[in-house]
């Protein structure tokens, strides 16, 4: 009887153990994670598309906002628009459109600029075509006349969009600057060394 030698042994031990690796399909480890996210599309119950649109525009309505084309606001704004946008109360659009005139004349001969900084934008499905959105904002000045740039407030953008013959339009918007939560704060913790003594 003939004994196989070494590299024999070796070839027939690599092909068996080739055939037996293509013999069973091998599934994706990556399928089974549980670290697999799911779609936020289908999770939101958002279109993409739509993401889109209202991205533009909250983002357009604060372009023409920080650079005083107040009219071009207008575009952007459901009929009944409420909340408050850095002081400035939103009570509905034709309320705005009176106000345009007043608003201009208050930032006529400031030599700032300001910028909001919108980030981190987050979408919520609501009733009748509606949309909640969340997002981060900084508010910032730049003095026009020495270059020098301040931030005003940092917080959150919260509101709410409403969709009109394939449009969207602002139906709520508030600026949430957290220089609240620190007054809250400290208020708290006053509160709570009134109470202890």
Request: hydrophobic residues 35%.
């Given at each position: ?167 969207w339009f602002i139906a709520v ?25």
């Amino acid at each position: 009887m003939l004994k196989p030698t070494l590299p024999v042994a070796v070839l027939i031990c690599s092909f068996l153990w080739i055939i037996s690796c293509n013999s069973s399909p091998k599934q994706n480890p990556l399928l089974k994670s549980s670290t697999v996210l799911p779609d936020s599309n289908s999770y939101s119950g958002i279109r993409y598309r739509d993401q889109q649109h209202i991205e533009k525009v909250v983002l357009s309505f604060c372009e023409h906002f920080d650079n005083g084309a107040l009219d071009k606001c207008l575009e952007y704004m459901d009929d009944s628009i409420r909340g408050e946008i850095d002081g400035v109360k939103l009570k509905g659009k034709q309320n705005w459109s009176a106000k345009i005139g007043e608003l201009q004349k208050s930032i006529k001969d400031t030599h700032y600029q300001t910028r909001h900084m919108i980030t981190n934008m987050q979408f919520f499905p609501g009733a009748d075509d509606t949309v909640k959105v969340s997002m981060y904002s900084a508010w910032l000045w730049t003095d026009l006349t020495t270059g020098q740039i301040q931030l005003m407030s940092m917080g959150y953008y919260k509101g709410k969009v409403v969709q009109k013959g394939g449009k969207w339009f602002i139906a709520v918007l508030n600026s949430l600057p957290d220089s609240r939560l620190v007054k809250q704060f400290y208020q708290d913790v006053r509160e709570d060394s009134v109470k202890v003594r």
